[in-house]
């Protein structure tokens, strides 16, 4: 049955998280039929030193700007 898994950056607020998976569950057993004892939700958090967009590290000070680089000719 559905197997959903989200990677992202620490969540620290535990509320959060479970309304996260709360409506991810909700939504995949309203719009796949799926029985809500068959649904898993996984998340996977990393630290920002092993995440990257646009080859930027997303512990770099700049990450907002030099992860939304289109080319490597843009801020390096």
């Known amino acids: 049955m559905p197997f ?3 990677t992202t ?3 620290s607020d535990e509320h959060k998280v479970k309304k996260l998976v709360e409506e991810i569950t909700h939504s995949i057993h309203l719009h796949c039929g ?3 004892d068959k649904i898993s ?3 996977s958090e990393l630290t ?3 995440w990257s967009d646009a080859g930027i590290l997303g512990n770099d ?3 907002p700007i030099k992860s939304r680089r289109k ?3 843009e801020g390096q």
């Open 61 to 63: 000070k700049d990450f």
């Open 9 to 11: 950056w620490k969540l």
């Open 41 to 43: 939700v996984v998340i």
């Open 48 to 50: 920002p030193d092993r």
């Open 71 to 73: 080319s490597y000719e």
């Open 34 to 36: 799926a029985p809500l």
């Open 4 to 6: 959903v898994q989200i």
